[in-house]
């Protein structure tokens, strides 16, 4: 079945560097999601992609979806300590059912 | 506005011994509901999704089962725990725009 993959599992930079976790797929992904996880919290969702080559920003935020549908990546600028936390990318894998296909997920921390 | 209610938010139970988690959701009509399990450290894993009263997919064969009574109520369960089963358990539903939204989450501690 269809697996999405996320690198790096793990990031550690000091606080103000870019943070960039990558998504990618071999198959053509429908619709990326991209989540965030606060240490011992839940999935927030942050943003939704669905055009090919589109890139959405929130803040110091940047989403990017591939030209050709098979990869994505989130970008943090200037990391800040309220950055720490595990971001999941996930495609949509029906449109029916609206199940998701998780990444593994990257997990930020953020020295000060 | 939608809510989401997850209960207990922690739980310690002895090996063998039966499970009832409960979600239930407000402020929406007939949502896609899903279970999802998190071992620490790890990504998550859809074990159940429902797309309406009744109806259950699994997507993992093991030790738990889920039931959806009413339309926004989504129970997940077991007979009989197993160590295996200790994880962190979340609810989530899904929009018409497909977005899903997680509760609180039951952390599981089996013993």
């Known amino acids: ?112 | 506005s939608q809510t989401i209610h997850q209960w207990p938010a922690t739980l310690v139970q002895p090996v063998g011994s039966p499970l009832s988690l409960e979600c239930t959701v407000e402020g929406t009509s007939n949502p896609n509901l899903y279970w999802y399990r998190q071992a620490a450290g790890r990504g998550l894993q859809l074990l159940f999704y429902s797309v309406g009263i009744g109806q259950i997919s699994s997507e993992v064969p093991q030790n738990l089962s889920a039931s959806r009574p009413q339309d926004r109520q989504f129970i997940l369960s077991s007979k009989k725990l197993l160590l295996s089963d200790s994880g962190f358990y979340l609810c989530a539903w899904s929009a018409l725009t497909y977005e899903q939204y997680f509760g609180p989450g039951t952390r599981l501690t089996v013993t």
Request: positive net charge; contains cysteine.
């Open chain 1, 1 to 112: 079945g269809q697996q999405v993959m996320q690198i790096p599992q793990y990031q550690h930079v000091q606080e103000g560097e870019d943070f960039t976790t990558y998504c990618n797929s071999s198959t053509t992904l429908s619709n990326i999601q991209w989540y965030k996880q606060r240490p011992g919290g839940h999935p927030v969702f942050l943003i939704q992609l669905v055009k090919s080559g589109e890139v959405k920003k929130q803040k110091r935020l940047t989403f990017q979806f591939g030209e050709a549908k098979k990869n994505s990546s989130l970008h943090i600028t200037a990391t800040q300590t309220t950055d720490v936390g595990t971001y999941f990318c996930a495609d949509l894998g029906s449109s029916n059912t609206g199940k998701l296909i998780f990444g593994q997920g990257t997990t930020l921390q953020v020295k000060p």
